[in-house]
């Protein structure tokens, strides 16, 4: 195991940030650690960075005690942290060779700033740099070393769709790599996309851990269903456990709470009929939709996050 952790626990005084926490990461792919503000996730992450102490429990990064053993981890581990600070008068490739001579190899400036898509900003001050290429700079100065374990704390904080489509695509190609990375994350939507794993933290307590479609099937609500056939028909019986809802142009919508039995039911009424399928649509409950049966309402927990 890449990360493993037993009954992880964190006090500051009366507040408990973690409780108990364990949990074992294997090697490769992305797994992505959701919550909200205060749930413990940044707590979480800097103990597996060596930044911040146990109150109690066992914690391992890459067999490495994260306090007894710091020199050897950093030498092994890529962090991004939330907010980084560069000495903003270098330029970009500068700031990778300073950054470089911290370790004893690097992967070379020219490849990182290939990988991170900063070739032509190479020769450009840091102060110059937009957010989103701010972003891939820390990114880059992660994975300058090839590390073995990647740890990212809100890597796309702030940024525009493209921006983050840019950071989204470096991820998919570490992972490719082989790679294991850890994302922490606001974002619901880009844990679905990213994660082969995802951990949900409330209130310093794993309260969901599995891969996304193992979540979503633990997601309550109903599935959308739209169909359109080429025939006239009445709608109301034609998707077996499905509630028709009404039309969206020559679509006809409906409602269900098992999809997969909607569509085997449609299958065989259109077989019976002698009806002709054009045009089929499914829109699943969300990752979105369990956070908010787990957590809350995820607009709310935005407005946390935005005024913290």
Known sequence: MVIQVHSLTKSYESVHALRGLSIDIAEGGIVGLLGPNGAGKTTFVEILEGLRPATSGSVSVLGLDPLKNPVELKRRLGVQLQQTEFPEGLTVEETFRLFGSFYPKTLGVAKILEAVNLTEKRRDAVLTLSGG???????????????????????????????????????????????????????????????DRVVILRSGEIVADGTPLQLLAQAEGASTLWIEIDKPVEPENLVPGAAFEGRDGALLRYRTRDSTAAIVGLGAALKASHATLLDLRLKRPTLEDLYVQLIGDPAAVREITEAA
Do not use: F, V, W
């Open 133 to 195: 290429q701010k972003q891939r700079l820390a990114l880059g100065l992660a994975t300058l070393h090839d590390p073995e374990l990647l740890i990212l704390d809100e890597p796309t904080s702030g940024l525009d769709p493209i921006a983050r489509r840019a950071i989204h695509e470096i991820l998919r190609n570490l992972k490719a790599m082989g790679k294991t990375i850890l994302i922490s994350s606001h974002y619901l939507d880009e844990i679905e996309a990213l994660a």
